[in-house]
């Protein structure tokens, strides 16, 4: 994954949304998140882990905690192969608000990115393997893995994005 793929995220999130009323933003099946929603999981997810990788980015080198099996077989379906199961309940801490405000979710998305983006450039390749912030389903991960997380997690939501603009 070159960080190219991670510095699209907001366009491939954000540019179905692009020019289109509030109204979308808010607008989905019932029972489904919104638009709206869905980006505001995802601001919550790629601020919020980059700002623990910010946090840590001075610590001295780290190892990986032993994973049992399960994390391990996610890893290998999610991370590697790239395969998404559908109804999984997000974690309660990236839980959206019923109605999120469309331009503090969009800057929150956006300075996430930009501080991941700046995190790579300093901390790579040097800290490439020995510094990690746990993911809730797949462990202990690098920077590079947070990376990969993200740009397969952003393009499985921008496709429900797209769906839910759909006429």
Known sequence: ????????????????????????WHRAPPGKWTPAQIVH???????????????????????RRPR????????????DIGWIPSGRPAPAATEPAGRPDVGAVERQLRDGVARFLALAGELLPARRGDLFVRHPVFGDLTLPE???FHVRH??????????RLEP
């Open 68 to 79: 049992p099996m399960r994390q391990r077989l996610a890893h290998v379906l999610y991370l």
């Open 154 to 163: 952003c393009a499985h939501h921008a496709k429900q994005i797209t769906a």
């Open 146 to 148: 947070w990376l990969r």
């Open 41 to 63: 999981h995802l601001a919550i997810s790629v601020d919020g882990s980059s700002r623990v990788f910010q946090e840590r980015r001075a610590k001295p080198p780290m190892r």
């Open 1 to 24: 994954m070159t960080l190219d793929g991670f510095a699209a995220i907001p366009d491939m999130v954000l540019g179905p949304l692009a020019g289109r009323p509030e109204a979308d």
